[in-house]
């Protein structure tokens, strides 16, 4: 676990938090006033990141070469997503011509400034190029898994997580799938999309990415998360859960969004905020980012928040001023609630605080295979070994491994950060997902 020690009272957090007698107790013994072990970070990025979390931003292309844009996206952001550059009609223009040009120049400039990068997105009803739009049955769905293919795996190992599919379930009471071309080809197009996305990136996080799926009484939030539990149960590789969080003032934030966040990260995915923008201006739209802030920091598994733009004037609805930075590039009353929420933590720490596991597949047999497991960012640390489906341990060495179904518990035997196990499929081969936490 990574401990959060006392922030200053100034930030809010939270002497409440700790009992009288423990804080006398503090202070008798050091003899010194409790003060914050951990500065309090400046920019978005180091205050998410004093709990675990990424702070990101959709970036264009197309901006790269403006110097006041880059300087804020560079400052306060650690994950990027690609505004545009990486869906369907940009990398795929004609079908099996691709065209990774803007995609790569965002997954450049993100890795030269240290950044993580979040694709957006591999299977969308909307955004496909014209071939495609006239498609329909079994050479649509051959199509999109072609696509979803060649563009995972032309990004292979450069992306932290992928949409893999985006906005395919309907608005309103039906809590029904969006009718689309892709929903056309059979209720299993989603599953379909996410194994391919799996064999082509098998260390991306995979997310289905949706808006209007934050209240946790919409039939819409229902019926997503009715797939997820399914997709879990059944051993589709899903990873994580994307809210776009588009708020105005008809669709505000809903006071019930942290029950959302947690009972999706329940079912045993990651959740993250993938598009936040939120209209208004003031102290009103300033509260609301620090209640999606709140609600995110609740949630272990609610790994990061994305804003959808830099400034004002860069988002998709600049007339509804939704960003953190106004369109000069000065810091919104937004910003400074946002900061201050992250920087007043939460209850709950991601469990990837402290250290991160990569999980890959090794050798494989008819009925076993062998999966390597490398951590970093501590030597003391507990990886959770989530299996799939029936999967079984037969073996393991490097490290000392407890449970043989379900949930794995490996924690170091003296034999370093990097350790492997052998497991039975038992009708599954998918690969098992993996989280670190330091000890
Ligand atoms: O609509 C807001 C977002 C909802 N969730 C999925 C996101 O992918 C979506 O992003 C927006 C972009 O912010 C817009 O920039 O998606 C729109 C449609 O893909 C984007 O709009 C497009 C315009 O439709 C194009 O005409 C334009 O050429 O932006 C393009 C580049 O400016």
Redesign the pocket.
Known sequence: MMTRTFAPPRRGRTLRAISLATLAAVVLSTGVAVTSAQAAGSTLQAAAAESGRYFGT?I?ANKLSETAYTTIANREFNMVTA??EM?LDATEPNQNQFNFTNGDRIVSWARSNGKQVRG??LA?H??QPGWMQNMSGSALRSAMLNHVTQVATHYRGQIHSWDVV??AFADGSSGARRDSNLQRTGNDWIEAAFRAARAADPNAKLCY?D?NTDNWSHAKTQAVYNMVRDFKSRGVPIDCVGF?A?FNSGNPVPSNYHTTLGNFAALGVDVQIT?LDIAGSGTSQAEQYRGIVQACLAVSRCTGISV??VRDSD???SGDTPLLFDGNGNKKLAYNYTLDALNAGGTGNPPTGGCTVTVTRAEEWSDRFNVSLAVSGSSAWRVSVQLQGSQSLQNSWNATVSGSTGTLTAVPNGNGNSFGITLYKNGNTNLPTATCSTT
């Open positions: 959709a264009a505004e545009n869906k957006h997105t969308w909307s955004q985006n906005e990415n808006y776009q588009h598009e959808w733009g988002s998709w609805r």
